[in-house]
């Protein structure tokens, strides 16, 4: 199947520090990315939608400025987390679709904010 | 809006029992359904998925058939192995609404020798 390769795979940062997550889908171009959150032991909670070339969609709740995604290419997207702080931490996954694709996963981001 | 319930876990179960993990859904339209693996420390992966009613979806022994009457996708293997041990999670996406996946809340399944 296709490949969505997500970095880093774990990151530690300092609170008040950003952190810059990156999803490339390697063997097809992905016309829309997706941008998940997911809590220990709980399900993945969709953050935000961005399609190539234009302004990502956030989900209700979710704050634009702190979480902010680029997807500048059909091959990559990224989220930057602005200012983190401890209750940042959590578990980011992204996804990638293409034109005719279903949805494909990256390995997502273990992401501790101390 | 829609949603998927999935049954809570954890699921303990010995090596080649019967696994079964309901899911049922409600939806606007009429979605496709998923079931996504996670293994530990790792991304989901696609399971098997079925896109109308009455289709099967299976992979790796697992099979699930979209009942619309029951707005159900049942996830079972008929003789689990301790590698099957995971969390998996039921999802539904409509295609008019850009393909973002509803996800249930998971269901962790152990299997002990």
């Known amino acids: 199947g296709a490949v969505v390769s997500q970095h880093p795979s774990w990151v530690i940062c300092k609170s008040g520090t950003s952190v810059k997550i990156e999803c490339r889908s390697l063997d097809f171009q992905a016309t829309t990315m997706f941008w998940y959150r997911q809590f220990p032991k709980q399900s993945l909670m969709l953050m935000a939608t961005?399609?190539?070339?234009?302004?990502?969609?956030?989900e209700q709740g979710v704050e634009k400025d702190k979480f902010l995604i680029n997807h500048a290419s059909l091959t990559l997207s990224t989220l930057t987390v602005t200012s983190a702080h401890p209750e940042d931490s959590s578990f980011y996954i992204c996804?990638?679709?293409?034109?005719?694709?279903?949805?494909?996963f990256g390995q997502g981001t273990r992401l501790t904010v101390v | 809006g829609d949603s998927v319930t999935q049954m809570e876990g954890p699921v303990t179960l010995s090596e080649e029992a019967f696994l079964t993990i309901n899911c049922t859904y409600t939806a606007t339209g009429y979605p496709s359904l998923f079931w996504y693996v996670q293994y530990p420390g790792e991304g989901l992966q696609l399971l098997l998925k079925a896109t109308k009613a009455d289709d099967k979806g299976s992979n790796k022994g697992f099979e699930a058939t979209y009942r619309k009457e029951t707005t159900s996708f049942h996830l079972e293997k008929g003789s689990v192995q301790v590698s099957d041990s995971a969390v998996y999670f039921c999802?539904?996406?409509?295609w008019g609404g850009g393909n973002k996946l509803t996800f249930g809340t998971g269901t962790q399944l152990k299997v002990e020798l």
């Open positions: 996804s990638s679709r293409g034109s005719n694709t279903e949805a494909f």
């Open positions: 999802a539904l996406a409509l």
């Open positions: 961005s399609n190539e070339g234009s302004k990502a969609t956030y």
